[in-house]
């Protein structure tokens, strides 16, 4: 990567815009130069910020670089070109901040608007890279292939952070290599080989708990020596063969179970059917004395069932003389009812003779009434029509009404809206005054700030001068200066007559760290209050605008036009209110008229449904007169018919009493009484009868029963059963025991088997893994630098020393030339790593004077940055060496030169000339008068009360 051309606007102490142009510069070695303050570092902070978003020393982000002389109109980015493998690169970068409005509020003065952060990059075809933020950054990081932390430990060497790479521990310098040497494939082998031992050793562990769990469910005859033999087992075989053992006896003992269980069984067969013989015979014994018994008591039923059948025969004949009986009843019920039938007959014609006159009247009186309705409609008609008429004329007033209410609420709504917008004004303006009083706050703070600023540089000044006047009145030719080790000393340093104790420079700092934070704190309270007050304006305008859209842009005009337009709105609410008056006016005599016509239509509608009921009422008189007449004259003809019906009903009754009373005496009944007596009704009947038959049915059958179980008997006796009982339960519990015992040992024998059959499969299994785990876990142990008795080192750290070593030789090369061969570096030895982790990228000096090799931090100020300038220039080398490798050809160097005496200085910047040879670009940030003389180019910082400014001496 090297740069091309780089433009700062607004940022850190550079107010305006200002341009530095590297290709003027070309390849070779640049001095950065200029007083304290002005802005030296600011230009490496530019460039780091452009790429990465954070400045050099990564203790700024950029949001905090917006100048503090930029001017309201000037905008604060950075806009950086480089050149990375012969492709140009373009990236423009803006933080957030907040900066003066060119609007004024009420008091006049300013008020603040926040600019968001922004990023571009621009590739080498001109095309914008589309993307967020960080996306962009990450494209950046892709591009270069050094994130930031590794941009300022090898090319953007950082004040402050000089060392870091020298002084690195071993892990930094791993994750450093990591990047820049593309070894993350060696980690991940590394991981790989840990995840897989690691599952290897899990499926171990698995199949060992598996192994345990299974032995656990074993079943043992005998717990104490089994069990004992099992626990002591070392090998999966050893278990498998005692278990073999325990099922062999368990095989025994169930076998030996159920054979006795069958020679019991046996037996038991044999009692249960000598037993079922004996039952069998005391049964039939049994149902002989019940068929006996039966016989007995069916012959104590006899005499019983003999009045049963002389009273069925008796029921019989009350049967024949019942039909004579029921036909005279039917006659004379039928007698009865005709003559109830005439009397009701007489009674209903005169009743219809009486509802005759009653409707005559009443046609009468509703004829008088239907003529009297049609006068009184035709007068409600024509008074309908009139107000018809009157109503035509007035049809449009509910539109006017409508309408004249819509104006009249828009009006409402307008002035509702503006007076809500007015209430916001009062807290408008108290954000207004919080405001300004922060700017004024703010200003004062700055004031002190800047004194007490002046007021530490010139104490510390006046201090460092006067502890150099103390230093040099102790000088003497030919002895090494204190400070740069020189044996001349042409121009010492004099007293200046003004002692100045470092307490007071303490105090004078104290009191500036004061005065900044209490600036700080006043700045915040100034963004804070702008940013609510801004928020409030925002609010105002946007509902202002829905209201009135010729709302005016300035705070300080809006209260006054709104509540102008609020007096408009109200003189146009008035109007809208007469209109609206005037309007319900006229709707309210229309409804008047309406309703009083409603009430006509309703007196019409009345008097029309009382006319048609009336000539109803009229037809219904018509038709009942009809209908009353034919009544009349239906009912006398049945009368008739009746009264003849009835004389032939008495002859019939008279003949079948006859007939009944010599029935009677035919069926031998003396009297009445007695063939009631005789009579039965159904159910009884039905009843007798089924007994008589029952009984019959049964001693026939009873009879048969018993001699054919006397035949089936003879010669036979009853068993007593008790003793063979007593045998066969006993039998069968002895039985069940054996069974439940039996089942028992099957039970164990056949999970044992289960057990036997998984252990065998789990010892294969364990065997396999055991054989893979022996091998992989080596490989593991030994990648990843934990294997016992070796160095832990890993594979990526044993990688990477290759390129360490070769980083440590590439800067040897200059260290050698810088020092005059003092010394040199070296990447600590593997025997000399110890067991301790993270090793393996460990860097110690060897003093080619004493041939002892020390830790690299024993080194001195002037030592310590010859080494680490030598390392940054060993990594250049290894990295644009590498296939592939990232191409960083520029370095900047910020300070650190002024710890070297001359000829070490010469010997450094003699190297970096070397260095850069053609193709390179190195740019030196220093304070040393020397490099001044010895250095051609110079890019040239100038401090002034407006800002910064660079320019090129070439």
């Known amino acids: 990567m090297i740069p091309v051309k780089l433009i700062l606007s607004a940022f850190g102490s550079y107010a305006g815009r200002e341009e530095i142009d590297f290709e003027k510069a070309g390849a070779g070695i640049f001095l950065v130069s200029g007083d304290t303050g002005a802005g030296k570092t600011t230009v490496f902070d530019a460039i780091t910020y452009a790429l990465y978003d954070q400045t050099s020393g990564g203790k700024r982000d950029g949001n905090m670089m917006r100048s503090q002389y930029a001017g309201l109109d000037t905008p604060t980015f950075v806009d950086f070109t480089f050149r990375y493998r012969e492709q140009l690169y373009r990236i423009v970068r803006s933080p957030e901040y907040e900066r003066p409005s060119r609007r004024k509020g009420k008091d006049g003065k300013p008020g603040t608007t926040v600019e968001k952060a922004k990023v571009s990059l621009y590739l080498p075809d001109g095309s914008e890279f589309m993307g967020k933020k960080g996306e962009v950054n990450r494209k950046i990081v892709e591009i270069i292939g050094l994130d930031a932390g590794q941009f300022t430990q090898t090319v953007m060497l950082a004040q402050g952070d000089f060392l870091k790479l020298l002084y690195a521990r071993s892990d930094e310098r791993k994750e450093i290599f990591s990047r820049i040497f593309q070894t993350d494939i060696f980690a991940q082998i590394q991981r790989k080989l840990r995840e897989k031992a690691r599952a290897l050793y899990g499926q171990i562990q698995d199949a060992k708990k598996s192994e345990e769990q299974e032995v656990s469910h074993i079943f043992y005859p005998d717990e104490g020596e089994y069990k004992e033999r099992i626990r002591e087992a070392v090998l999966p075989q050893d278990r498998q063969e005692i278990l073999k053992e325990i099922l062999k006896e368990g095989t025994g003992r169930e076998k030996g179970i159920l054979k006795e269980a069958k020679k019991i069984q046996e037996a038991l067969e044999q009692l249960n059917e000598d037993l079922a013989k004996a039952e069998q015979l005391n049964e039939n014994f049994r149902r002989y004395a019940e068929a006996e018994k039966e016989v007995r008591d069916l012959q104590a039923q006899e005499d019983r069932m003999e009045e049963v059948k002389k009273q069925l025969e008796r029921c019989g004949q009350a049967e024949k003389v019942q039909g004579v009986y029921r036909l005279f009843e039917e006659s004379s019920r039928r007698e009865k009812e005709l003559?109830?039938?005439?009397?009701?007959?007489?009674?209903?014609?005169?009743?219809?003779?009486?509802?005759?006159?009653?409707?005559?009247?009443?046609?009468?009186?509703?004829?008088?009434?239907?003529?009297?309705?049609?006068?009184?409609?035709?007068?409600?008609?024509?008074?309908?029509?009139?107000?018809?008429?009157?109503?035509?004329?007035?049809?449009?007033?509910?539109?006017?009404?409508?309408?004249?209410?819509?104006?009249?609420?828009?009006?409402?709504?307008?002035?509702?809206?503006?007076?809500?917008?007015?209430?916001?004004?009062?807290?408008?303006?108290?954000?207004?005054?919080?405001?300004?009083?922060?700017?004024?706050?703010?200003?004062?703070?700055?004031?002190?700030?800047?004194?007490?600023?002046?007021?530490?540089?010139?104490?510390?000044?006046?201090?460092?001068?006067?502890?150099?006047?103390?230093?040099a009145g102790g000088l003497e030719e030919g002895t090494p200066c204190p400070v740069?080790?020189?044996?001349?000393?042409?121009?010492?340093?004099?007293?200046?007559?003004?002692?100045?104790?470092?307490?007071?420079?303490?105090?004078?700092?104290?009191?500036?760290?004061?005065?900044?934070?209490?600036?700080?704190?006043?700045?915040?309270?100034?963004?804070?209050?702008?940013?609510?007050?801004?928020?409030?304006?925002?609010?105002?305008?946007?509902?202002?605008?829905?209201?009135?859209?010729?709302?005016?842009?300035?705070?300080?005009?809006?209260?006054?036009?709104?509540?102008?337009?609020?007096?408009?709105?109200?003189?146009?609410?008035?109007?809208?209110?007469?209109?609206?008056?005037?309007?319900?006016?006229?709707?309210?005599?229309?409804?008047?008229?309406?309703?009083?016509?409603?009430?006509?239509?309703?007196?019409?509608?009345?008097?029309?449904?009382?006319?048609?009921?009336?000539?109803?009422?009229?037809?219904?008189?018509?038709?009942?007169?009809?209908?009353?007449?034919?009544?009349?004259?239906?009912?006398?003809?049945?009368?008739?018919?009746?009264?003849?019906?009835?004389?032939?009903?008495?002859?019939?009754?008279?003949?079948?009493?006859?007939?009944?009373?010599?029935?009677?005496?035919?069926?031998?009944?003396?009297?009445?009484?007695?063939?009631?007596?005789?009579?039965?009704?159904?159910?009884?009947?039905?009843?007798?009868?089924?007994?008589?038959?029952?009984?019959?049915?049964?001693?026939?059958?009873?009879?048969?029963?018993?001699?054919t179980w006397q035949r089936a008997l003879e010669g036979k006796t009853e068993q007593d059963t008790t003793e063979m009982k007593e045998r066969k339960r006993s039998m069968e519990d002895k039985k069940e025991e054996l069974e439940k015992e039996q089942k028992i040992w099957y039970s164990r024998n056949e999970n044992n088997r289960i057990v036997r059959e998984h252990l065998k499969k789990i010892c294969e299994k364990l065997e396999k893994l055991q054989e893979d785990y022996t091998c992989l876990g080596t490989l593991d142990q030994t990648a990843n630098g934990n294997l016992s008795g070796a160095v832990k080192i890993d594979f990526e750290s044993y990688v990477q020393r290759q390129y360490f070593r070769q980083i440590i030789g590439f800067a040897n090369q200059r260290l050698n030339i810088m020092t005059g061969g003092a010394f040199l570096l070296k990447c600590r030895a593997l025997e000399d790593l110890g067991m301790r982790g993270n090793a393996g990228l460990d860097l110690d000096v060897y003093s080619m004077e004493t041939g002892k090799v020390r830790d690299v931090r024993t080194l001195s100020g002037g030592e310590s940055f010859m080494a680490a300038l030598s390392m940054a220039l060993g990594m250049s080398d290894a990295i644009s060496r590498s296939a592939g490798g990232i191409q960083m050809k520029t370095m900047f160097v910020d300070e650190g030169f002024g710890s070297l005496d001359d000829y070490s200085r010469e010997q450094a910047i003699g190297t970096l000339r070397n260095l850069a040879g053609e193709d390179r670009m190195i740019g030196i940030i220093s304070h040393v008068t020397e490099l001044k003389e010895s250095i051609d180019k110079q890019l040239i910082v100038t401090k002034t009360k407006k800002g910064s400014h660079v320019r090129w001496s070439l």
């Open 339 to 471: 003559e109830e039938s005439i009397r009701q007959l007489e009674m209903i014609r005169e009743e219809k003779n009486r509802e005759g006159k009653e409707e005559t009247e009443r046609k009468s009186k509703t004829e008088q009434k239907l003529e009297e309705g049609r006068q009184t409609y035709e007068k409600f008609r024509q008074q309908a029509a009139a107000l018809t008429e009157e109503l035509e004329k007035r049809k449009d007033d509910k539109v006017r009404l409508t309408l004249s209410r819509t104006r009249e609420q828009e009006a409402q709504e307008k002035i509702r809206q503006i007076r809500v917008i007015l209430e916001r004004f009062p807290d408008l303006r108290k954000l207004e005054k919080k405001k300004q009083k922060t700017w004024n706050d703010l200003e004062e703070g700055k004031g002190i700030y800047e004194e007490a600023m002046k007021e530490y540089f010139l104490k510390n000044e006046r201090f460092l001068k006067e502890q150099a006047g103390i230093l």
């Open 484 to 707: 740069c080790g020189s044996l001349h000393h042409p121009s010492p340093a004099v007293l200046t007559g003004e002692p100045i104790s470092q307490e007071d420079v303490r105090e004078a700092r104290k009191k500036r760290d004061l005065a900044e934070c209490k600036k700080d704190e006043y700045q915040q309270k100034f963004l804070e209050a702008g940013q609510a007050y801004s928020a409030a304006v925002k609010v105002v305008t946007e509902e202002g605008k829905k209201v009135t859209p010729d709302l005016p842009e300035e705070a300080a005009l809006m209260e006054a036009f709104l509540e102008k337009e609020t007096v408009r709105k109200e003189e146009i609410l008035e109007e809208r209110r007469k209109e609206r008056e005037e309007a319900e006016e006229a709707v309210k005599r229309r409804e008047e008229l309406e309703e009083k016509q409603k009430g006509l239509v309703k007196c019409q509608e009345d008097v029309y449904m009382q006319m048609e009921e009336y000539r109803l009422k009229i037809q219904e008189t018509d038709h009942c007169l009809r209908s009353l007449e034919q009544e009349r004259s239906r009912l006398e003809g049945e009368k008739e018919a009746r009264i003849k019906e009835l004389e032939r009903a008495a002859k019939e009754k008279e003949a079948l009493r006859c007939k009944f009373r010599e029935t009677l005496e035919e069926e031998g009944f003396s009297d009445e009484e007695a063939y009631i007596e005789s009579l039965l009704d159904e159910e009884s009947k039905t009843r007798l009868q089924k007994e008589y038959d029952d009984y019959g049915q049964r001693c026939i059958e009873a009879k048969s029963r018993q001699d």
